[in-house]
């Protein structure tokens, strides 16, 4: 089983994608926040903040400004930020961060049949704790991702309404990310 499955007590995951929505995801029912936003400057802050909220806190490594989407700014990341993990495309800072101690999510875009099996075998050589599948509203592919792989699955991206996250759940998703407040 994967530590991941773990920690969804909510299903829908707060994807923070300004810095002036934090207050709505840290009193919101979700209990995991993906921050897609952030600087060197104010990403300990933020991170700080969701773990004040007794929530779990990912961030995503390509999205903070001023820390490198290397393997030196996953470490760095890991000993001074300290968030529960990282989200990136990258296999080679997933594989950066499971060795630093942090939980890894790998974010894979479907934009073809190719994508989903090479983001797939990818996935299965980096060995993240769940596979973010974006857009996350096409619960026929969340499906057949489901049955390709044991690895925990979150559908994210275009995610606008409580009907899409019901059916991406239905369809095997482990949790939903969503950037709209008023799904949380």
Do not use: C
Not at 146 to 155: E, F, H, K
């Amino acid at each position: 089983m994967y530590p991941i499955v773990d920690l969804v007590e909510h299903q829908t995951i707060a994807a923070v994608q300004r810095v002036e929505d934090m207050d709505l995801a840290i009193n919101s029912k979700v209990n995991i926040v993906f921050l897609l936003v952030g600087s060197i400057f104010n990403i300990k802050d933020l991170v700080d903040q969701v773990k004040a909220a007794d929530k779990q806190v990912f961030i995503h490594m390509e999205f903070i400004e001023g820390i490198a989407a290397d393997r030196s700014g996953v470490a760095y990341v890991a000993q001074y930020i300290q968030p529960t993990g990282i989200i990136s495309t990258k296999s080679n800072l997933i594989r950066g961060a499971k060795e630093a101690g942090l939980m890894a999510i790998q974010r894979i875009f479907l934009i073809d049949r190719s994508a989903v099996v090479r983001g797939i075998k990818a996935a299965e050589q980096s060995k993240p704790d769940a596979i973010e599948v974006m857009p996350g509203i096409m619960p026929r592919v969340i499906r057949e991702m489901t049955d390709m792989t044991s690895l925990p699955i979150i559908a994210g991206g275009l995610v606008g309404t409580h009907e899409e996250i019901e059916s991406a759940l239905e369809a095997g998703a482990l949790a939903v990310s969503a950037g709209t407040s008023e799904l949380w």
